[in-house]
């Protein structure tokens, strides 16, 4: 009982995926001999220009095939916009911003070095003042210790 269970909704899934394919199989096709902007209604439609024809999206390959349609001739999202200039326009976006996020990076980091070097320097330069002024320091102890075991007036007597 158990088993049946969990059968029952994996197979309602399969089956409810075979036929979501198939009904956008017939939408696709169905639309040959259409314009572009009623095959691309559906996402899942590539229209191609010079054979005018609707064709399901080749999924199995990222792009579609030349025997399908040349992808100078091919149509998906936008009827303006030819699918290899998408495809370009897509790789330069994304390099550019690929590109610009790892300059970010890079100038973080290093601002970031150069700010904490800048602190280093100026706490060593603090340091070197306070060690200074702690040897002047030490001098003048010294000097008075020196001076306070003799009386001043000790020459006139």
């Known amino acids: 009982m158990m088993d049946f269970r969990t059968l029952l909704p994996a197979l309602l899934l399969i089956f409810g995926l075979a036929s979501e394919l198939a009904v ?3 939408t696709c096709e169905s639309k040959n001999g259409t314009s572009c902007d009623e095959c691309l209604r559906n996402v899942s439609c590539l229209w191609c220009i010079p054979s005018k024809t609707c064709i399901t999206y080749p999924v199995r390959t990222i792009l579609p095939p030349h025997s399908v349609c040349p992808l100078n001739d091919a149509r998906w999202g936008l009827c303006w ?4 200039t998408l ?3 897509i790789s330069v976006v994304g390099g550019v911003l690929i590109i610009g996020l790892i300059v970010c990076m890079f100038c973080c980091c290093k601002c970031e070095n150069i700010g904490s070097q800048r602190f280093e320097a100026k706490m060593a330069r603090q340091a070197n003042k306070l060690k200074a002024k702690q040897e002047e320091r030490q ?3 010294v000097e008075n210790h020196c001076l306070s075991g003799q009386n001043p007036y000790s020459k006139f007597a």
Do not use: A, D, R, V
């Open 24 to 26: 956008s199989q017939l």
């Open 81 to 84: 916009m030819n699918f290899q």
């Open 87 to 89: 495809i370009i326009t």
């Open 139 to 141: 001098c003048q102890k």
